[in-house]
């Protein structure tokens, strides 16, 4: 029997579907309460969200991620994801 290693499941918060971690974006609060960022790596401390690379589901995700990070989001971080959106999709 070959046991197979269990791929992380995330669910986007703008279309709310479950896909593989790896495929999301991770947008983090930092533990420290300095603020919200884009975590490339997927392994900063602090609550997490996820999105779809998609400028739908971010469009969507605006207000959610407020209120699922339980904090107010600066507009540098959407402008942020939205070219990190577009390096991804090419």
Same mark, same amino acid.
């Given at each position: 029997?070959?046991?197979?290693?269990? %791929?992380?499941?995330?669910?986007?918060?703008?279309?709310?579907?479950?896909?593989?971690?790896? &495929?999301?974006?991770?947008?983090?609060?930092?533990?420290?309460?300095?603020?919200? &960022?884009?975590?490339?790596?997927?392994?900063?401390?602090?609550?997490? *969200?996820? %999105?779809?690379?998609?400028?739908?589901?971010?469009?969507? *995700?605006?207000?959610?991620?407020? *209120?699922?990070? &339980?904090?107010?989001?600066?507009?540098?971080?959407? %402008?942020?994801? &939205?070219?990190? %959106?577009?390096?991804?999709?090419?």
């Amino acid at each position: 029997m070959v046991n197979k290693k269990k %791929i992380p499941q995330r669910r986007c918060v703008g279309c709310s579907e479950t896909k593989p971690k790896k &495929e999301l974006i991770r947008i983090v609060r930092l533990s420290d309460g300095s603020g919200v &960022e884009v975590d490339t790596t997927g392994k900063k401390a602090g609550r997490g *969200a996820y %999105i779809c690379p998609s400028k739908i589901c971010l469009k969507k *995700a605006h207000k959610r991620l407020e *209120a699922n990070l &339980e904090c107010s989001i600066p507009d540098e971080i959407f %402008i942020k994801l &939205e070219k990190e %959106i577009e390096n991804i999709n090419g």
